[in-house]
């Protein structure tokens, strides 16, 4: 979990979170709003002294441009920003669905950019995006740069920050607690008879952090620790049958594998069956995501879901609500998990 910052600014609450304004860079900057503004458009006109000196003043307090042309603060542009980390798997469409779903109800479109696991890739959308002014941005994760972060506390757009969980929300989120996950798979497991563990991961930051809670959980359990697997993000099938390979080779005797994705899972599985290895009966299997195949599988996947739908709807009402000048009651809500046991484990 994100460990509060104490140099952090308090997370804004409320419906009114004010953008950073260009008085305000100037006011820090020591120079007029006319001189900020040529600074930043044309740069020429200005000495490289007073450049460097609104530039930090720019960084400082996460000022972007709004790059509407003509664009009143007050207006609003009916547009929603989702950023997920990536498009070519289905884990993230549920929610990006919902999302849609709900708010074409209430008159707002969605635009989806796919960030990757990189944060200096999630940092250049933002500024994109932050100054083109959506009503609202929607955000995988709460693992952020100090730069994003900034960015968006200082853009006045109203925020949700998904799929994870943290004490100190930039603005709104509705997410899940994965070191939680993690735990409860391993005690699952457990439970199950299993006591020589593995785990297969992808090298994400919410994968990271369900392997730990799965390791934590094994050692008070008194389990040996888990033999583990780490590959990149986003995971594919052919990942799941290299690492298993790889974990037999290092430890043979392994009996469950808690994987990060079902997609690993999947891979997993076969290379399980090509091997003539009996799943569950030698070798139990979880995944993550309980995406479509997970239940039409032999043996059926036993898997971690969690509810996309809700949490898009979620997300697409506190949006809504804010755009229209409405307080939000509740801005954090923890939707938590649930293990979907099949035939695999």
């Known amino acids: ?139 995988t994760g709460v693992m952020h740069s100090p730069e994003g972060r900034r960015l968006l506390m200082a853009s006045g757009i109203p925020v949700v920050e998904t799929w994870d969980f943290t004490d100190t929300p930039i603005d709104m989120l509705v ?52 033999a583990v697997r780490l590959g990149k993000s986003p995971t594919t099938h052919a990942d799941g049958r290299a690492g298993l390979a790889a974990l037999l080779a290092d430890v043979p005797d392994i009996d469950a594998v808690f994987c990060s994705s079902d997609m690993l899972a999947l891979g997993v599985l076969t290379e399980a069956r090509a091997r003539g290895i009996a799943v569950p009966q030698q070798l139990a299997v979880v995944g993550f995501g309980d995406i479509d195949f997970a239940e039409t599988v032999t043996p059926a996947l036993s898997t971690v879901r969690i509810d996309g739908t809700r949490m898009g709807q979620t997300a697409a009402g506190w949006i809504a609500d804010r755009a229209e000048g409405k307080a939000v009651a509740q801005s954090v809500v923890d939707i938590g998990f649930s293990i979907v046991e099949r035939g695999s484990s």
């Open 175 to 226: 997410g899940l607690r994965h070191e939680a996950l993690g735990a409860a798979v391993c005690e699952h497991l457990f439970a199950r008879g299993r006591r020589r563990l593995a785990l297969l991961s992808g090298g994400d930051e919410r994968a990271a952090r369900r392997a730990q809670g799965f390791a934590d959980a094994a050692a008070r359990l008194g389990l040996r620790p888990p």
């Open 1 to 139: 979990m994100q460990a509060p910052d104490p140099a952090r600014p308090a997370p804004p609450s409320g419906r009114d979170r004010s953008a950073v304004t260009l008085r305000e860079v100037a006011e820090r900057a020591g120079v007029s709003m006319i001189t900020v503004s040529r600074a930043i458009n044309t740069p020429q006109q200005v000495s490289e002294r007073t450049r460097a000196r609104v530039q930090e003043a720019v960084s400082a307090l996460g000022y972007v441009p709004n790059l509407v042309a003509g664009g009143l603060r007050s207006a609003r542009s009916h547009v929603v920003t989702a950023l997920v980390p990536t498009l070519t798997g289905p884990l993230f469409g549920e929610m990006v669905q919902a999302l849609t779903d709900a708010l074409e109800l209430r008159g707002f479109q969605v635009m989806v950019g796919q960030v990757g696991y990189a944060r200096s890739r999630e940092d250049a959308l933002l500024r994109a995006i932050v100054g083109r002014r959506p009503d609202g941005i929607v955000l």
